[in-house]
């Protein structure tokens, strides 16, 4: 009888640890990342969760320490902060694609630890990759106590509703195999829907926008937002972006103010853009096009650096 009581108690010490060690992350995780408290009555507001007694004889489980992880973390909601998707750091690209993110079989490097992928689901604008990291960080949660709860702060503190009802799904089931599956392919026909929805309203746009019933300004400002929406294909925002530059049909303010944004435009596509540009055929429409980005490129040698 002895034994088992002492059993027991080492066993509930260990569960009371393994909690607080919980509780510590969870803060450590919105103190560093920004996530903030949720603004809804589940925490009693904004107010910090009272920190439990430790068990007799314990000593208080350490947070987390700052690993790459938690670095490239940082990079990515400092990027947020000012208004990018996800970049290659340091070198303006796109990085990953959905499908990647999506199947835990493929490698994606230090994205793939909990605190990467909590910061795209809960904060990257594009709702593809939002859905898509979610979507990985449910698949971690089944065999991960700590990524099923950085899932639960995701689900507070994410600014897509799609990403919380995924993760919330995911949550009721406990993280089965068949809850993971069935998330799996919600977030892929959603991610589906997304981008076909943005490439009919970019056809739409374009029409409107040769037609005269749309200005340049906020078709431009359409253009670039709907293609970081919906993190389209490289090859095809390359091919989108040529059109418009090249196209005789194309009044000349909207070419302008695309060139105006090209730092917006991953690095890769720059340069493949330049080279397309510097060897298309002379006419009215292209020789200002030709002159404006030889000036740019004068100015800022670094565009035909290729990427690494």
Known sequence: MEAWKAETERRAGREEEERIRLLLFRDHVMR?????????????????????????????????????GMSLALTLRNSYRDGLSLWLPGDRDWLLKPEQFMHADVSVGTFDQPMPLAVVGARDPAPVMALAASARLVQQARVNRTSAEVCREVREATIHESVRRTV??????????????????????????????????????????????????????????????????????????LTLLLSAKVRPAAKMLVLQRFERIPRAIQLNIVRAVAYAKRDVSNDYVKEELHWMVQRNPEILRAPQ
């Open 168 to 241: 919330y799904a995911a949550e009721q089931n406990g993280f089965s195999i068949r809850a993971v599956d069935a998330v799996r392919r919600s977030v892929s026909a959603e991610i589906n829907a997304i981008r076909t929805q943005c490439f009919d309203t970019l056809k739409a746009n374009f029409s409107a926008l040769l037609e005269g019933e749309l200005d340049p300004l906020p078709f431009v400002n359409s253009f670039f937002a709907l293609c970081e929406l919906s993190h389209v294909r490289a090859d095809v925002y390359q091919k989108l972006i």
């Open 32 to 68: 560093h990342l920004g996530m903030g408290e949720p603004a809804n009555g589940n925490r009693g507001g904004n107010a910090p969760e009272a920190m439990p007694p430790m068990p007799q004889g314990s000593a208080p489980p350490q947070p987390p320490i700052r690993d790459a």
